[in-house]
């Protein structure tokens, strides 16, 4: 059930991978849309498991205010400090260990010489309300 990544997550939160820490991480907003995020993207849209952590994750999304799809390529060790809008286009590259804040804007430009979608590295955090937009390497 926990994955290397679901595990990096889980270090993020707790300082610990042990199932033990598993249950009662589910309860802190950031890992628990992580991990139905995670879930999500792993099984395929039409399976039963696909679609019920699709719905889960639509639960979460209205819930806690992030949008970040499914197929949006994220890399271990995701932390979301905290609850708020965060709003991540699905073509985005996100590295292992990044750290996301409330606010956080990181979209697609459609045109101009900064058409398309941000990289972000490795072990990059992303302050509250940073928009980043277009074609563009952070870390």
């Known amino acids: 059930m926990l994955n ?37 993207h792993q099984f395929k849209k039409n399976s039963f498991l696909g679609f019920i952590y699709r719905i889960l994750l639509q639960l979460d999304a209205h819930f806690y205010g992030f949008q970040i799809p499914p197929s949006t390529q994220i890399g271990k060790g995701l932390y979301i400090g905290h609850w708020g809008t965060i709003v991540i286009n699905a ?18 430009t459609n045109r101009g010489k900064s058409k ?16 980043i937009v277009g074609n563009i390497s952070i870390g």
């Open 4 to 40: 290397a990544t679901i595990k990096a997550d889980l270090l993020r939160y707790t300082g610990e991978t042990s199932s033990g820490k598993f249950l009662p991480s589910l309860l802190i907003p950031g890992f628990r849309f992580t991990f139905f995020l995670r879930k999500s």
């Open 91 to 108: 073509k985005t590259i996100i590295g292992d260990y990044c750290n996301l804040s409330p606010g956080v804007t990181i979209g697609q």
């Open 116 to 131: 398309g979608t941000p990289t972000i590295g490795n072990k990059v955090w992303i302050g509250t309300n940073a928009v």
